[in-house]
């Protein structure tokens, strides 16, 4: 497709169990990234990559968090032990990085809302 | 963490008024974003002014930079029940970084 697609688009789960969230970039985008929206709230960094490497993680809230991109292109956000404080919507975003490496417009998919009950 | 903030958190205009929005940062930056979030959706870029620029436009839109001041603001023209919707300054930091982190936002109610 020509967006960003994320899969799924809600998920409802137990406290506890293990989710993962599928990030599908645009074709070319070097740069990919995961925020964290709560309600009300402005997206939360949580992880960049620049091709296959995170370039910055800082923004995972702790060890039960983990993303990869394997192959530069997909991306897979996972969450082991989920708690309720996890709920929100994970949007996935990329980019194309520019020349001077400074980072241009952010192309955005709809998000997968997560919910944790 | 949110690099910026966003004032005022809310307005609500009438249809054809003027809407601006204020962004603030902390950190010298590459480049500031402005986005537009309709409820529930994604979030979709409007306009990117690089550090060395004051001002540009685009449409009915006029984003300004005052980077002495650490500070940017928007300006929605002649504003539509359209333009409803939450609006996001977003920055990414000066010195190679592309961490790009966005603020708290401002919601935008435009009455028919």
């Known amino acids: 497709g020509a967006g960003v697609s994320q899969t799924p688009s809600n998920k409802v789960t137990e406290k506890g169990k293990y989710v993962e969230l599928r990030c599908d970039p645009i074709s070319g985008h070097t740069a990919l990234y995961w925020y964290r929206q709560s309600l009300g709230q402005g997206p939360e960094f949580l992880i960049y990559f620049q091709g296959t490497g995170a370039a910055d993680d800082s923004g995972l809230p702790n060890d039960r968090f983990f993303a990869v991109r394997p192959e530069g292109s997909v991306s897979t956000l996972k969450i082991q032990r989920t708690e309720r404080g996890d709920s929100a919507v994970y949007l996935c975003?990329?980019?194309?990085?520019?020349?001077?490496?400074?980072?241009?417009?952010?192309?955005f998919g709809e998000g997968s809302r997560l919910t944790v009950l | 963490s949110q690099q910026g903030e966003e004032d005022p958190q809310a307005l609500s205009i009438q249809e054809g008024e003027n809407a601006t929005m204020n962004c603030s940062y902390k950190?010298?930056?590459?480049?500031l974003q402005w986005y537009r979030q309709n409820s529930g959706r994604g979030l979709v870029h409007l306009i990117l002014i690089r550090s060395n620029e004051r001002e540009k436009h685009s449409g009915r839109l006029r984003v300004t930079l005052d980077t002495s001041k650490k500070s940017s603001s928007l300006l929605i023209t002649a504003s539509r029940a359209a333009d409803t919707a939450s609006y996001f300054c977003?920055?990414?930091?000066?010195?190679?970084?592309?961490?790009?982190?966005f603020g708290t936002g401002t919601k935008l109610q435009v009455i028919p």
């Open positions: 950190t010298s930056i590459n480049n």
């Open positions: 975003a990329s980019s194309f990085s520019e020349s001077s490496g400074a980072t241009g417009e952010l192309f």
């Open positions: 977003a920055t990414d930091r000066s010195g190679g970084y592309q961490k790009v982190t």
